[in-house]
């Protein structure tokens, strides 16, 4: 019987979500600094919580709104010092509560066409497509980032 020489992989989950509004997505305007420029609101999966729970826990800390029935639309990953990054992205487009901005940056409502215009963070390129794709989706970025 041949031995199985693979060791596991580190890996860290994120999620990200384009919460819609009719013709109009939710827009957040990232102010840290490893990450910048106009993204979907989203964030890091905590240990023990479910995908789809922390979508809906990241948009609602970062927007004030609180997403149902997130469509789960593929995966968005690359390296970063050694470790995978995955993202999970999600597509939404039933919520309540009232917008509110976080620390994470400023969220507003924008046409679809406008948000296309803006100077869209690192992959949000990827991720339109990725929004837009009939079945799930996959884009890995081959490169460190």
């Given at each position: 019987m041949e031995k199985n020489n693979?060791?596991?992989?580190?890996?860290?989950?994120?999620?990200?979500?384009?919460?819609?509004n009719g013709n109009?997505?939710?827009?957040?305007?990232?102010?840290?600094?490893?990450?910048?420029?106009t993204t979907f609101p989203g964030g890091h999966v905590e240990p023990g919580e479910s995908f789809a729970d922390a979508v809906i826990r990241e948009i609602y800390e970062e927007t004030g709104l609180r997403i149902r029935n997130p469509e789960f639309r593929g995966i968005f990953h690359w390296y970063r010092g050694g470790v995978h990054?995955?993202?999970?992205?999600?597509?939404?487009?039933?919520?309540?509560?009232?917008?509110?901005?976080s620390e994470e940056g400023n969220v507003y409502w924008i046409s679809r066409e406008?948000?296309?215009?803006?100077?869209?963070?690192?992959?949000?390129?990827?991720?339109?497509?990725?929004?837009?794709?009939?079945?799930?989706?996959?884009?890995?970025?081959g490169r460190e980032r």
């Amino acid at each position: 019987m041949e031995k199985n020489n693979h060791k596991p992989e580190q890996a860290v989950f994120m999620n990200m979500c384009m919460v819609c509004n009719g013709n109009q997505v939710l827009a957040l305007d990232k102010v840290n600094s490893s990450y910048t420029g106009t993204t979907f609101p989203g964030g890091h999966v905590e240990p023990g919580e479910s995908f789809a729970d922390a979508v809906i826990r990241e948009i609602y800390e970062e927007t004030g709104l609180r997403i149902r029935n997130p469509e789960f639309r593929g995966i968005f990953h690359w390296y970063r010092g050694g470790v995978h990054q995955i993202g999970l992205m999600y597509r939404a487009c039933e919520y309540e509560g009232e917008l509110k901005a976080s620390e994470e940056g400023n969220v507003y409502w924008i046409s679809r066409e406008d948000y296309e215009k803006k100077e869209l963070a690192a992959g949000m390129r990827q991720v339109l497509e990725m929004m837009d794709q009939d079945g799930l989706t996959e884009y890995f970025e081959g490169r460190e980032r």
